[in-house]
């Protein structure tokens, strides 16, 4: 019963946790009422069109994840990194994925002989960090955006102004007049883990001129491009997007910090052999990055908090 229980706190759906152990709904259900009885609670709770974890239950699934990790690492075979054909879900922004996927793939052909495999998911706007932690591999994210979780730096970087080549209103410098005055692309808006420029610059009291809101980093320099719009990117994705698309990377006018790029994982697969040589595959990635795009920290007169 460890599975289906597992798949119901997980999934929170008796169809959707039916399907990932490889039950029919009927027989899912008989299970969740079994459960039920066996633990004297109800576990799962109606909630609109959905289910929500009673307070039992959001205790139980955190001591069912150490225990199924343990009985997986019970009854896996050893660890091979030549013949492993495990696949590893990686939740990363296409900032990360840009940056390090060239490295990852190099890093992996060499070490792990082309077996593994990476199943990369975008981060979404609302993303629950525990939520996704339960249910991936790892989750690449600023190293100020979650804690209590265990975590291994990757790569440092800083915020930066761009603007679109063509735009003859700003010379070489930006002032906090422009940035209150020109519109704003503004990915991640409701998220300020993901997009922190939006939350410094309301706590410093400049309110943007948000006009476009957008679900990736990418897309802001080509909303940017051919406009009068101004936004924020990653100083090292700005030099990458540079040279696809016609963008000025400007200083910022305020202090927006620095960027400590980490990866997360949840406590129970600390020990797993095969995640751990996950791990070391991104470090090692991050590593030959920075060695690619200059080990130090990008230039300019700001310093990474």
């Known amino acids: 019963m460890l599975p289906v229980l597992r798949a119901l706190l997980l999934e929170r759906s ?4 039916g399907e990932a152990v490889g039950l029919s709904q009927p027989a899912t259900s008989a299970a969740l009422a079994r459960l ?20 039992f239950a959001s205790t139980l699934l955190t001591r069912l994840e150490a225990a199924s990790a343990a009985l997986e690492r019970l009854f896996d075979e050893e660890f091979d990194s030549d013949t492993t054909t495990r696949s590893f879900s990686v939740i990363a922004s296409d900032y990360a994925t840009a940056l390090l996927g060239q490295d990852i793939n190099e890093v992996i052909a060499v ?25 991936n591999d790892l989750v690449v994210v600023p190293q100020e955006a979650t804690g209590g979780y265990p975590g291994a730096v990757l790569l440092h970087d800083r915020w930066v102004c761009i603007v679109a080549e063509s735009n003859k209103d700003v010379g070489g410098q930006l002032t906090v007049e422009d940035l209150r005055r020109m519109p704003c692309v503004v990915p991640f808006s409701r998220n300020p883990i ?29 909303l940017v491009v ?80």
Not at 37 to 51: A, H, S, W
Not at 194 to 208: Q, T, V
Not at 265 to 272: E, K, N, R, S, V
Request: charged share 30%; glycine share 8%.
């Open 14 to 17: 008796v169809t959707r946790a």
């Open 111 to 135: 070490e792990g002989k082309g077996h593994a495999s990476i199943e990369l998911r975008q981060f979404g706007d609302n993303a629950d960090i525990g939520g996704l932690l339960r249910q």
């Open 194 to 222: 993901h997009f922190a420029p939006l939350h410094d610059l309301r706590r410093l009291g400049i309110e943007p001129n948000v006009e476009v809101v957008t679900d990736s980093f990418m897309s802001v320099a080509f």
């Open 226 to 305: 051919a406009s009068d719009r101004v936004s924020f990117l990653q100083e090292r994705y700005a030099r990458m997007l540079r040279l696809i698309t016609p963008i000025r990377i400007l200083e910022s006018p305020v202090d927006l910090g620095g960027i400590t790029l980490s990866m997360r994982w949840h406590p129970t697969l600390t020990d797993d052999p095969a995640h751990r040589w996950m791990r070391q595959i991104l470090v090692r990635a991050a590593q030959r990055t920075m060695e690619r795009q200059g080990a130090e920290r990008p230039s300019g007169h700001q310093a990474a908090r």
């Open 36 to 55: 039920r009885r066996r633990f004297g609670d109800e576990l799962l709770t109606r909630k609109g069109r959905g289910f929500e974890l009673t307070p």
